[in-house]
């Protein structure tokens, strides 16, 4: 039994044993990987020895073949360099600052011709014309020009035919040229009638038809009005028909416009058919019946109203669509618009004579035989009224509606009485 035992080693020696054959194997291991990383590094070592000789050699060709394409490309200076200079001592190159360029010269300035007395006719159609007029001056004096030219007033014509009376304005407008303009509105139909030497010619703007109570025949105003604004030096814009006289000398309508501290547009409240009953309602709240006037269509305005009148796209716009006969355009747009807009430095007056008293819808018209010293006068100063404040018997500068069979006995009465000369 004993030798049975001898014969078998105990297992804890054969644990020890186990364990020194794998401390014997990583031993080795270890030692054979030193060994290769060894030899590696030494034949990594040679290689990288020689690489910065090849690199080096690689980048001399590079420049040596970039070198010879430059100096194909650039010519070389193969002239002396220049003599040493006689004096011992170092100088350093400077190159002089590039010298700034030249100031642009500044824009002409604008051509007072442009702004004076520009031409009547033109190619615009009514939305630029408008649109050009809004954008002038608004104030007096306010010009992009030196100006010497005095303040003029603007004589706008709306014809529905000839100029008959036209040898009475030529009397009135002589002698006053640089302190007035004329525009013609007329049938686009009719030609040019007028002479060369005549202040009516070559003075009609492009013109539209325009019929009786339509709102055409205001759009005809604005249309006046938009080209007498592209002349700076219109101050003051009266609108007369064909059938409108003076009552007085230019002078006296000259000062009496422009010494003014109000315009002259007729704006009365009226009940009854033609007056607030000729309202719309669809209007409000925009222009409201409290709003709403009536008066005259000749007007006297200065520059400041009349700019805001071409300007205007609130109130105009209603009365082309709702303000149709029996509601006359004419007769309410301009009253409603100053009162609702301008009201107090209207006068609410018209600077024009005219008797409604034989009723009907247009007023009295004035044959040859009417035409008296008398007749004339009491136009002149038959009525009363406020000028600047003061109570004077001087309201009306003109007269309508005259027929052109009366243009012989004023122009016998002229000289005298309305003292053209």
Not at 203 to 222: C, F, L, Y
Request: hydrophobic share 35%.
């Amino acid at each position: 039994m004993k030798n049975k035992h001898q014969k078998n080693p105990p297992p804890c020696f054969l644990k020890h044993f186990v364990n020194a054959q794998i401390q014997i194997n990583k031993i080795i291991t270890v030692f054979l990987i030193f060994v290769s990383g060894l030899a590696l590094g030494i034949t990594l070592s040679f290689y990288i020895k020689d690489t910065p000789l090849h690199i080096y050699t690689a980048l001399a060709q590079a420049k040596t073949s970039l070198d010879s394409t430059i100096y194909k490309l650039v010519p070389v200076d193969n002239s002396p360099p220049p003599p040493p200079s006689p004096f011992n001592e170092t100088k350093i190159a400077t190159v002089p600052l590039a010298s700034p360029p030249p100031p642009q010269p500044s824009p002409p300035p604008p051509s007072k011709a442009a702004y004076v007395k520009p031409s009547a006719m033109h190619d615009m159609e009514d939305s630029e014309l408008l649109w050009r007029a809004s954008m002038v001056p608004k104030r007096s004096g306010a010009y992009p020009f030196k100006n010497d030219t005095k303040p003029k007033v603007a004589f706008m014509f709306l014809t529905r035919g000839d100029l008959a009376l036209a040898p009475l304005w030529e009397r009135f407008f002589k002698g006053h040229e640089g302190l007035y303009s004329v525009y013609v509105h007329a049938n686009p139909d009719s030609g040019e009638t007028m002479p060369e030497n005549s202040v009516f010619h070559g003075r009609r703007v492009p013109s539209k038809n325009v019929t009786w109570g339509e709102p055409n025949m205001v759009q005809a105003e604005r249309r006046l009005l938009a080209n007498a604004l592209l002349d700076l030096t219109n101050q003051r814009f009266i609108l007369l028909s064909e059938s409108c006289i003076p009552l007085f000398n230019f002078k006296t309508v000259y000062d009496y416009v422009m010494d003014s501290t109000q315009t002259f547009v007729e704006a009365y409240d009226l009940p009854g058919a033609v007056g607030r009953d000729r309202y719309r309602k669809k209007m409000s709240p925009t222009i409201k019946l409290e709003h709403w006037r009536k008066g005259s269509q000749w007007f006297e305005v200065d520059r400041q109203l009349a700019l805001e009148v071409v300007s205007d796209t609130s109130y105009f716009p209603l009365f082309e669509k709702y303000c149709v006969p029996s509601c006359y355009s004419d007769e309410h747009y301009l009253p409603t618009y100053v009162s609702i807009r301008s009201w107090k430095k209207n006068s609410n007056r018209t600077l024009h004579w005219v008797d409604w008293s034989r009723g009907g819808p247009h007023p009295s018209r004035y044959q040859r035989t009417d035409v008296t010293y008398e007749f004339l006068n009491k136009m002149r100063f038959g009525t009363t009224c406020e000028y600047n404040g003061k109570s004077t018997n001087m309201c009306h500068m003109f007269a309508r509606k005259f027929m052109p069979n009366t243009l012989d006995r004023l122009l016998r009465f002229a000289p005298k009485l309305l003292q053209f000369n």
